[in-house]
C-alpha cells in the first residue's frame, strides 16, 4: 500500500501534484482566456444563494486546516476583497463573532469529522435557523469527505479529492485545501468585478504550471533535505518564519516539524521577531525563512539577516539565484520562481521534506506520532 515508500506521510507528500492536477481538472476551465471574461472559468457548482449581497467571511477550522484558512484569508482579502476573519474552531464556539446577516461562514476540515470545527458550524446553523432562507444557506464545508459528519451539517461543499490521506500528519488534504480557496477566490473575485482579466488569466496559468513545479521540488531537493536533516537530529528548536501569504506556510512547517519530530518548533510572521522571540535565538537555534518574491520580499530579507546577527543558522527557501542567495543564507532550499500569490503551494513542500526527514532520522513513528490521531473526534 505505501508503493515503495518507507512511509505513508512520503508517499502523500508525493502525490502532491496529482491532487493539484486533479483539482485543475475538477474545477477549472482550462481554455478560459480574458477573452471570456464574462463568465467565469471556476466551476464550484455552487448556488447562486450562497453569493448573492456578500460582505464578509468568516472561517472556522483547527490545526493545519487553520494554516489553509489563513492562506484562504490572504486570496479573499486580496483578490475578491471581501473582509475576511480566520477563528480556532475551539475559541469560536465559546465566543462566536456577533451575527451579521451577509456573511457566509467557511468550515475548513479534511476528516469531516473535527468536533470543534462540527460544534461551531452546528451552533452557526442554529443561530441562523429563524433568519431569511439565504441567510441559512450561506455555510459551505471545505473538505476531503464529503460524505462526513460535515457533509450532513451544511448545505454546500467544495470537495478537495485528495483521495484518503493516512499519514497523521497532514500533507496532500493541506496543498487541496489551498487549491480549493484559489478556486473560490478567483470566482468570487470574477463575479464581483474585482480582478482585471489578464490578472486572472495570468493566475490561471501559474496554476497550471504548478503540478510540473512541485515535481521539480520533489525532484531535485529530497535528496539534499534527506542530507540536511542529520544536521538536525539533534537539534532542540526551530523558528520558521514567513511574511504575507507565507506566514501561514511559516506556521504550518513548524507544526509539522513538532507534530512527528517532538522538536520544539514555532512560526512566526518574521516582522513580529523583534518584538521578544528573537531573544530565544543563538548558535544552537536555526531559523527557516521563507522568501519569495512579491510585496514583502526585501522585508524577509531583512529579518532574516536580523537572526543571522544573533548567529542562527539561516536556511532559506528561496527562489533567489545561487549567488545571491548564498550571500543571504547559510544554506539554501531552492524552489521555483512562482506569483506570488502561488508560492504556498510550492514553499510548504520543502518544509514537509525537512519534517519528514527529520523526523525519520530520529527513527520516529511518523505516520502515527505519539499522543494524536487522524480526526479529533471529541471535545
Ligand atoms: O480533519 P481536520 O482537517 O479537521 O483536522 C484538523 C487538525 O486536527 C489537523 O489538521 C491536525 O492539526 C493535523 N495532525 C496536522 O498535521
Same mark, same amino acid.
Given at each position: 500500500e505505501k508503493q515503495g515508500f518507507k512511509h505513508f506521510m512520503l508517499k502523500e507528500i508525493y502525490e502532491q501534484p496529482g491532487v493539484v492536477r486533479s483539482c485543475l481538472e475538477n474545477y477549472i476551465d482550462s481554455h478560459w482566456t480574458a477573452a471570456d471574461h464574462r463568465h467565469s472559468p471556476i466551476r464550484l457548482n455552487l448556488s447562486a444563494d450562497l453569493y448573492a449581497d456578500l460582505q464578509q467571511i468568516q472561517i472556522v477550522a483547527c490545526g493545519t486546516s487553520w494554516h489553509a484558512a489563513l492562506v484562504g484569508k490572504y486570496l479573499l482579502e486580496q483578490l475578491a476583497e471581501l473582509p475576511t476573519s480566520v477563528q480556532y474552531a475551539s475559541e469560536f464556539r465559546y465566543a462566536p463573532s456577533p451575527l451579521t446577516p451577509n456573511t457566509l461562514t467557511i468550515g475548513v476540515t479534511q476528516s469531516g469529522e473535527t468536533a470543534d470545527t462540527l460544534a461551531a458550524l452546528a451552533m452557526?446553523?442554529? /443561530?441562523?435557523? !429563524?433568519?431569511?432562507?439565504?441567510?441559512?444557506? /450561506?455555510?459551505? !464545508?471545505?473538505?476531503n469527505r464529503p460524505e462526513s459528519s460535515l457533509g450532513d451539517l451544511v448545505p454546500h461543499i467544495i470537495d478537495t479529492h485528495a483521495g484518503i490521506e493516512i499519514g497523521v500528519a497532514a500533507t496532500k488534504t493541506f496543498v487541496a485545501q489551498l487549491m480549493a480557496f484559489y478556486c473560490l477566490a478567483i470566482d468570487l473575485a470574477q463575479q464581483r468585478q474585482v480582478i482585471a482579466p489578464a490578472q486572472l488569466e495570468q493566475l490561471l496559468v501559474g496554476l497550471q504550471q504548478l503540478?510540473?513545479?512541485?515535481?521539480?521540488?520533489?525532484?531535485?531537493?529530497?535528496?539534499?533535505?534527506?542530507?540536511?536533516?542529520?544536521?538536525?537530529?539533534?537539534?532542540?528548536?526551530?523558528?520558521?518564519l514567513g511574511r504575507g501569504i507565507n506566514f501561514p506556510i511559516a506556521l504550518e512547517g513548524a507544526l509539522k516539524l513538532k507534530e512527528i519530530s517532538y522538536i520544539h518548533a514555532e512560526g512566526y510572521p518574521a516582522g513580529e521577531m523583534k518584538h521578544g522571540p528573537i531573544a530565544l535565538l543563538d548558535a544552537k537555534v536555526p531559523v527557516v525563512a521563507i522568501a519569495m518574491p512579491g510585496t514583502v520580499f526585501e522585508k524577509v530579507l531583512s529579518n532574516a539577516q536580523e537572526a543571522k546577527a544573533r548567529d542562527a543558522r539561516l536556511i532559506g527557501v528561496t527562489p533567489m539565484d545561487e549567488h545571491e542567495a548564498a550571500e543571504t543564507f547559510d544554506t539554501v532550499i531552492p524552489v521555483p520562481h512562482v506569483d506570488e500569490l502561488l508560492s504556498p503551494i510550492v514553499t510548504v513542500i520543502p518544509l514537509q521534506l525537512l519534517a519528514y526527514h527529520i523526523a525519520a532520522r530520529r527513527g520516529l513513528d511518523v505516520d502515527q506520532p505519539r499522543n494524536l490521531a487522524k480526526s479529533v473526534t471529541v471535545e
Open positions: 452557526e446553523k442554529q /443561530r441562523r435557523s !429563524g433568519h431569511a432562507s439565504e441567510f441559512q444557506a /450561506r455555510l459551505l !464545508g471545505i473538505t503540478p510540473a513545479q512541485i515535481e521539480a521540488v520533489l525532484e531535485s531537493q529530497e535528496r539534499y533535505i534527506e542530507q540536511l536533516a542529520h544536521d538536525f537530529a539533534e537539534t532542540q528548536d526551530f523558528i520558521f
